[in-house]
T-cell receptor
Framework: GEDVEQSLFLSVREGDSSVINCTYT??????LYWYKQEPGAGLQLLTY?????DMKQDQRLTVLLNKKDKHLSLRIADTQTGDSAIYFC?????????????FGSGTRLQVQP | NAGVTQTPKFQVLKTGQSMTLQCAQD?????MYWYRQDPGMGLRLIYY???????DKGEVPNGYNVSRLNKREFSLRLESAAPSQTSVYFC????????????FGPGTRLTVL
């Protein structure tokens, strides 16, 4: 089947902006999510966007959604060393009545001081 | 609130042994999930429970069974562990239908020798 796809690795310098990209599979997905996983921890929801929106901003985070291309991006402004983590995009899984999530493989963000 | 708790944190089994992973949530959520996370991959859904008294298979259910003991607790059982089940297991819960933010436990790291 189709997968939610992300690039595996991104390295930026502290203070720069980071942009993490994702392509998803289901054009009828209602919500799309970005989760953050720090080493040895579970996943934490960073932000989500409803499918009728093009953009959502939340402090240093900006989510852009291109429904035509099924492309989702997460921009982190003024990236800090504490932002180093794995970032997962996710969409509602249709086969579960949209309850469960389908995750990408995650993008490891490394922030260099 | 403790959120989502999982026990144990770590476990080593021999091939053929059985064990049960425990999960509990104190947020009064109706839906609960079990995912596994393997290196370089996103989370994959094993089973989910849309509400108390119901359970359904996810993407990778083979070799597992689940029990939704009550609204708070959702356990995952490996009847005869195999090396392919070496993974990190995450339990999550959500208040469906809302925007379905899923809250994750800290994970159980399981090694099957």
């Amino acid at each position: 089947g189709e997968d939610v796809e992300q690039s595996l690795f991104l390295s930026v310098r502290e203070g720069d902006s980071s942009v993490i990209n994702c392509t998803y599979t289901d054009s009828s997905s209602t919500y799309l999510y970005w989760y953050k996983q720090e080493p040895g921890a579970g996943l934490q929801l960073l932000t989500y966007i409803f499918s009728n929106m093009d953009m959502k901003q939340d402090q240093r985070l900006t989510v852009l959604l291109n429904k035509k291309d099924k492309h989702l991006s997460l921009r982190i402004a003024d990236t800090q060393t504490g932002d180093s983590a794995i970032y997962f995009c996710a969409e509602n899984m249709r086969d579960t009545g949209r309850r469960a999530l389908t995750f990408g493989s995650g993008t490891r963000l490394q922030v260099q001081p | 609130n403790a959120g989502v708790t999982q026990t144990p944190k770590f476990q080593v089994l021999k091939t053929g042994q059985s064990m049960t992973l425990q999960c509990a949530q104190d947020m009064n959520h109706n839906s609960m999930y079990w995912y596994r996370q393997d290196p370089g991959m996103g989370l994959r859904l094993i089973y989910y429970s849309a509400s108390e008294g119901t359970t359904d298979k996810g993407e990778v259910p083979n070799g597992y069974n689940v029990s939704r003991l009550n609204k708070r607790e959702f356990s995952l059982r490996l009847e005869s562990a195999a090396p392919s089940q070496t993974s990190v297991y995450f339990c999550a819960s959500s208040e469906w239908p809302s925007h379905n933010e899923q809250f994750f436990g800290p994970g159980t790291r399981l090694t099957v020798l």
